[in-house]
């Protein structure tokens, strides 16, 4: 079956969310309805030796303090269950919830958690991937291994999470001793938050009498939130109802249960319903940030320019708790795809994640891999600065052809990386810097897998003769439920405007994998091109339900390619980003302003992550703790975005779609770096990029005048800062 | 919990009777105390609202001066003619602040009074010598915006005053720029604020130079470089380089875990001589150096 | 207190310090959102006598008898300011959108100038002869995570063209 591929159709959504009346989960009111706030830990690390909630219960409108001891729930997570709903005996980060507060009207409560008395006997703290892993360490949990669902064993280090690793180290080392060129230098990336402009919210009614359980919250894998409520509550998953809310943006934060559980607990214990809104602050704090990463990077390459050889050592900073990582290795899969791009002969690349008294990380847009990409673009540019290539033409000589296997061992059905530089090349503008700064132009690549994943939908018809289109997904913003419509309108030859998709309650449908993994657009658009074969031969019934499974087929995987131009300021370091080019490689695009918002949205993110997001975590605080301190970009920070869509690739499923949401975040860091290193010769491997770092590069404090010297530093250090090697 | 008592007077005689009080706050937007409100930090029993007396709301010219009603907001700050025409660097930084939501409603007095030093008008007033009226029931009196602005967040204002009106030298031939740097993103406070007002004589050389400069210090400072450097010389490349070394060398840093003392300091001259560059003329300075950094970088398209 | 929302009179139960914003959507306009909560992302935006501000920011004794609109209102009569956000597909995740949407109708209504491009060295800037009126400019302070702004642009540059 053909794909109709209709104009741009206003969204589904659209309307309703201009007018000010998407329901989301903070617009929800119930009879009834009461509120929470949590009672959080001003303690890194710390026994919690009393709890003193009289103050707060002489509160009028207080309605009563929770604290562990109250609850009846176990641990809960989306792989590992370590994570207690409120802190048991001991306190493991700051921001940490360790009693909650319920009162009739958001301020009461808010003043009641004031009032709460926590006294606590400090530990030694761990805030640190580097200190946590060190043999000696204190230790964040007594034993991890004993979580269900965990992946270390006593044997592993102590504060260890997972540890990932892929090929032979013996290998690598050993290609990388034959090298003509080496480069070894470490990239580090801090914790940022994901965002998302609406803060973690939930709204529970607990019915005692059928037993049953109703939430409404901001979670875009419901019914595996069901199965995790079901864990944590004991209760069986038939007793608990999701109902659809809208979600205020996700990049991944909105994918772990957050405020459920609590909620949950408190609706039972006062048996009214409660709403649980976090503010913003608390949500910067302490719910699921990107984790920060220090990536050792060890790549060479032959005379030639060849790659040969690939050691990756990352460590990375799990947070306190490793049960917001949704994958069963609880590993972060964007790391293990390091230098997938490229052909390799040797590669091994091993991330270890530990255990710290900081925020437990989760799942940001494309785990893991903006700080990956960050870390390989970047050491392939240096590479090619010692192998005396362009970093275009380095690019050129190892990227995977149609018909390769990379050192990933996966054979894709096609490799556009070399079709999606060439396009990069040939579509630069060049951006004027203004008079006295430097311009600098700099290219980064990056690939990923679309995958295929498990889904629902029911097909009902309507009285007025249109179709009712349940899914059993949350549309996130990608506009995923747009595309259900695109796909059935075409293949049913309908007026989109006869189709109404819905997103219905957990237990309407048999259930989905959530979204996550680009594979949404594929999944739905998938199931939807099935619904419509199954609607046009079904026999009488007036509705239709289809189950959609992701089979194996052929691997896929789409190529992005980013140029970035900046101009630098040599007297104040100050760097301002020209102009950003996108090159994506796609199959068919079903819905083209969704798809394009894609890509401004995520190249935007790049952006943040390159220059501005950085939560400020170094001594185990979130130092960046409100929106004002933690930027992300505005309108007017935006260069030209300029986007060149390179059709014909080949997608997943029959309606040959690749993904793009996670496609265009990863490499602008690393594009930006390579700019800025080909402006000023400075080599930047933190992000984010920030003036001062760069101004402290190019004029170090011990150079005579401070800041005007007549060469910079790193300019007549020639060009190996940072004392990469150079060998025979 | 007791409510908080709301007043809304319309004239400054009801207001400066209504303060006094234990916990007693004036409001002039509120884009300040409302979040120390909302958060606890502040407990009121009393909030006076200032935005219904009218003739805090005004600006007029007067004996040679803009006088410049405490109520005003900075969003009617950067576009009145009045303040355009006779301190365009006010309006400038008026209207660079914060966004517009904010603009709309914070209003000048309150944003003396909340001295935070990296807010933006601040260092323009200082350069432009501006004078701050205080006013309580026992009277008024007037301070020099230099001996108002004390610390972080605090002033010489007492709790049964009234910032009324502020008062800027109205001065023909005085030319003034307002520069601020935002190395991160532009919707931030200044790691810089730089303000320069000058004059020069017919001949083209300086006869009168003041400086002030926020978000480097615990409060914006006002600055006199020697006058050695620069009277009687025209604003060249090399003074306004001397100016800005000597205006650096002078502001004391205050403890920020962000950014180095070391490299608000370099700035802070940095941007004090562009300043001077945008107040003496919109050319270049005559003899700017060109960038001293050699050719390099394997991509680059031009240099500059 | 007494106010007008979106054109109606309008007597609600409100503390004079809590933020309009609480007060707005108890009265049942839940289009402008708390995001921030500090002014900073204008997801709260509403317009009070012609002017877009923080809602979040603004105690509700600040608006006794004055003129209040919200995002619902502002569309209500206004199918060009709807057209304009859905024609541009200048959404995701719609969080934001309220608060853009009400931006948007002050930069098309707008009765003075204002603002101005930030950088440290743009000469005009605001309060220089007529700031430049650069929707990016305008719209800065309503902070979108979802779209990258080019769309938001797109449907502002339309509305306001349209006036
Ligand atoms: C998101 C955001 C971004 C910002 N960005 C910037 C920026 O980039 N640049 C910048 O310069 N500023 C910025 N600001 C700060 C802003 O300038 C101040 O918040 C504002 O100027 C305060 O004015 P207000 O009238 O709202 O003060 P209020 O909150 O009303 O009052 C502040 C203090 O002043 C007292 N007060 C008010 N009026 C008087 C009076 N007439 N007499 C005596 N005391 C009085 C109050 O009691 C209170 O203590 C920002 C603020 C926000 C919220
Ligand atoms: S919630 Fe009010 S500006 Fe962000
Ligand atoms: S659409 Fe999601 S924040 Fe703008």
Not at chain 1, 247 to 271: H, N, Q, T, W, Y
Not at chain 3, 3 to 16: I, M, S, W, Y
Request: aromatic content about 4%; overall charge negative; glycine content about 10%.
């Amino acid at each position: 079956m053909s794909t109709v591929v209709h104009p741009s159709d206003v969204r589904v959504d659209a309307v309703r969310k201009i007018v000010g009346a998407e329901e989301y989960a903070g617009d929800v009111s119930l009879e009834g309805m009461v509120h929470a706030c949590i009672v959080r830990s001003s303690e890194r690390h710390a026994r919690i030796e009393a709890v003193d909630t009289s103050a707060a219960l002489t509160i009028d409108g207080v309605l009563r303090v929770v604290t562990a001891g109250d609850l009846d729930c176990a641990l809960y997570g989306r792989i590992v269950r370590d994570i207690p709903v409120l802190a048991v005996d001991k306190v493991r980060y700051l921001g940490e919830p360790v009693a909650a507060v319920v009162a009739t009207t958001r301020r009461l409560a808010e003043l009641g958690a004031a009032a709460v008395v926590v006294e606590y006997g400090p530990l030694p703290a761990v805030v640190t991937a580097d200190a946590a892993l060190e043999p000696d360490a204190p230790l964040v949990h007594e034993a991890p291994w004993e979580y269900a669902r965990a992946v270390v064993s006593p044997d592993d280090p102590p504060n260890l999470q997972s540890r990932a690793a892929r090929g032979t180290r013996q290998e690598a080392e050993a290609a990388l001793a034959g090298a003509a060129h080496v480069v070894d230098e470490t990239y580090v990336t801090p914790a940022g938050h994901q965002g998302y402009l609406e803060p973690q919210c939930c709204v529970a009614r607990w019915n005692a009498e059928a037993g049953s359980l109703e939430l409404w919250i901001p979670n875009k894998t419901p019914y595996r939130l069901v199965e995790q409520l079901a864990a944590c509550l004991g209760r069986p998953a038939a007793s608990i109802e999701l109902h659809p809310v809208a979600i205020g943006g996700d990049f991944g934060g909105k994918g772990s249960p957050m405020a459920g559980p609590l909620c949950a607990e408190l609706s039972r214990l006062v048996g009214r319903p409660v709403r649980l809104a976090l503010r913003y602050a608390e949500d910067l704090a302490a719910t699921n940030p990107r984790h920060p990463t220090s990536i050792r990077v060890r790549m060479g390459c032959d005379t030639g320019g060849r790659l040969v050889g690939l050691v990756v050592d990352a460590q990375v900073d799990g947070g306190a708790y490793a049960g917001y990582k949704p994958m069963p290795e609880v590993s972060l899969r964007g790391i293990g795809h390091a230098a997938s791009s490229y052909r390799v002969d040797a590669a091994y690349v091993e991330s270890r994640i530990a255990y710290t008294n900081t925020v437990p990380k989760g799942h940001a847009r494309a785990p893991g891999s903006p700080q990956i990409t960050f870390a390989v673009e970047s050491a392939l540019d240096e590479l090619a600065l010692r192998s005396g290539l362009s970093p275009w033409e380095i690019r050129r000589r190892n990227v995977l052809r149609t018909g390769e296997t990379g050192h990933e061992g996966v054979r894709y059905a096609e490799h556009r990386a070399a079709e999606v530089l060439e396009r990069a090349e040939r579509s630069i503008r060049p951006a004027t810097a203004p008079a006295g700064t430097r311009h600098g132009l700099g290219i980064a690549l990056y690939d990923r897998p679309t995958g295929l994943g498990y889904t629902s939908l029911r097909l009902t018809a309507r009285a007025d003769g249109d179709l009712d289109v349940g899914v059993a997904v949350p549309d996130t913003g990608t506009g995923s439920h747009t595309v259900v419509r695109e796909v059935l309108a075409g293949a049913l030859a309908l007026d989109p405007a006869c189709l109404h998709v819905r997103h219905l309650p957990t237990g309407a449908l048999p259930g989905d994998q959530g979204v996550g993994g680009s594979r949404v657009t594929a999944t739905l658009s998938s199931a939807a091109l099935l619904a419509a074969e199954r609607w046009q031969a079904r026999g009488g019934e007036d509705s239709i339900v289809v189950e959609l499974r992701g089979e194996a087929e052929e691997p896929i995987t789409s190529y992005c390619a980013q140029v970035a131009q900046v101009a630098v300021d040599p007297t104040t370091g100050e760097l301002t980003l020209l102009d950003l080019l996108t090159v994506v490689d796609v199959g068919t695009v079903v819905h083209p302003a969704s798809h394009q918002s894609q890509v401004d949205g995520g190249a935007t993110m790049g952006i943040g992550f390159a220059l501005y997001e950085d939560l400020e975590l170094d001594d185990g605080q979130v130092w960046a703790s409100n929106l004002g301190e933690f930027k992300l970009p505005s309108v007017r920070d935006l260069p030209s975005l300029q986007t060149e869509v390179l059709e014909g690739g080949k997608g997943v499923g029959p309606a040959n779609v690749k993904s793009i949401g996670e496609l265009v975040n990863p490499p602008v860091a690393a594009a930006i770096a390579n700019a800025v290193f080909a402006a000023t010769g400075v080599r930047l491997r933190r992000v984010p990029l920030r003036a001062e770092d760069l101004w402290e590069a190019l004029y170090p404090a011990t150079a005579a005048a401070p800041g005007r010297p007549a060469v910079p530093a790193a300019a007549a250090a020639g060009p190996a800062p940072g004392g990469s090697s150079e060998q025979p | 919990m007791p409510a908080t008592e709301f007043l809304a007077p319309s004239t400054l005689e009801e207001a400066l009777g209504a303060l006094g009080g234990d916990d007693t706050h004036l409001l002039g937007g509120g884009t300040a105390l409302a979040l120390l409100l909302k958060t606890g930090m502040v407990e009121a029993a009393r909030v006076v609202w200032l935005g219904r007396v009218a003739e805090l709301r005004a600006i007029t010219e007067l004996d040679g001066e803009l006088r410049i009603g405490a109520g005003v907001t900075l969003h009617t700050l950067s576009s009145s003619p009045l303040v355009r025409r006779h301190c365009p660097s006010l309006a400038r930084a008026a209207g660079l602040a914060a966004n517009i939501r904010v603009r709309a409603v914070a209003t000048l007095g309150g944003h003396l009074v909340h001295a935070d030093p990296r807010q933006d008008c601040p260092p323009v007033l200082l350069a432009c010598g501006a004078t701050v009226h205080l006013a309580s029931t026992a009277g008024e009196r007037a301070l020099a915006l230099d001996e108002f602005l004390v610390s972080f967040l605090e002033t010489a204002i007492l709790p049964t005053e009234v910032l009324t009106y502020v008062h800027v030298p109205i001065e023909p031939g005085r030319r003034e720029a307002y520069v601020r740097f935002t190395p991160g993103s532009e919707d931030d406070f200044p790691t810089v604020g730089a303000a320069v007002a000058l004059r020069a004589d017919d001949a083209g050389a300086l006869t009168d130079l003041e400086i002030g400069v926020g978000a480097v210090g615990a409060r914006a400072t006002r600055h006199r470089p020697d006058p050695a450097l620069w009277r009687g010389r025209p604003c060249t490349a090399p003074t306004a380089r001397a100016i800005g070394a000597a205006v650096a060398a002078d502001v004391a840093p205050a403890p920020d875990h962000r950014r180095s003392a070391r490299y608000r300091r370099h700035v802070t001259g940095v941007m004090v001589e562009r300043a001077l560059s945008d107040a003496w003329g919109a050319a270049p300075l005559p003899g700017t150096a060109t960038d001293p950094s050699p050719e390099r970088g394997a991509g680059a398209l031009h240099e500059h | 207190m007494h106010f007008r929302l979106n054109g109606q009179t309008a007597d609600v139960d409100a503390e004079p310090t809590e933020p309009l914003l609480d007060v707005v959507r108890r009265a049942g306009c839940t289009g402008p959102k708390e995001g921030c909560w500090i002014g900073v992302c204008g997801a709260c935006t509403v317009i009070v006598d012609g002017l877009p501000v923080s809602a979040c920011l603004y105690l509700a004794g600040m608006a006794e008898d004055a003129d209040v609109w919200t995002v619902e209102g502002l569309t209500a009569d206004d199918p060009a300011l709807v057209d304009a956000f859905a024609d541009a597909a200048a959404l995701q995740c719609g969080f934001c959108t309220p608060g853009q949407v009400t931006t948007a109708w002050w930069v098309a209504h707008r009765p003075d100038v204002d603002g101005g491009p930030g950088g440290a060295r743009s000469p005009g800037g605001a309060g220089g002869p007529g700031g430049d009126p650069d929707v990016a400019a305008l719209m800065a302070g309503n902070l979108c995570r979802c779209t990258g702004y080019q769309a938001i642009r797109a449907a502002v540059e339309t509305y306001r063209a349209g006036h």
